[in-house]
Nanobody
């Protein structure tokens, strides 16, 4: 059974940081690209970051570039998303997802999804 479990969300103030984790099981972790997505109330799901299998490369949406950093620990089957300099516009449910064929910020190709973790940023 494939599981992706996000953690690390919370309530923070503008300018503060969080580190999200995506712990996986049931997949051959190093064969999958892992993407991060977020969805704010009333908005569409947005792809914000991806790290390729084998840690060859990373991709970021313009909205988070320079503030968020994705990394992976293949020994722990876990991907991390460091969120720095948060603003209220970053408030959303954050999801991780696993995709076998490659790294993309489009949601369609992803095979497996977590349940999400809430990030709330207040001014």
């Amino acid at each position: 059974q494939v599981q992706l479990v996000e953690s690390g969300g919370g309530l923070v103030k503008t300018g503060e940081s969080l580190r999200l984790s995506c712990a996986t099981s049931g997949i051959t972790f190093d064969e999958y690209a892992i993407g991060w997505f977020r969805q704010a109330p009333g908005k569409e799901r947005e792809g914000i970051s991806c790290i390729s299998r084998g840690d060859i490369g990373t991709t970021y949406a313009d909205s988070v570039k320079g503030r968020f950093t994705v990394s992976r620990d293949n020994a722990k089957n876990t991907v991390y998303l460091q969120l720095n300099n948060l603003t209220p516009e970053d408030t959303a449910v954050y999801y991780c997802a696993a995709e076998w064929t490659g790294c993309t910020l489009a949601a369609g190709p992803y095979d497996y999804w977590g349940q999400g973790t809430q990030v709330t940023v207040v001014s």
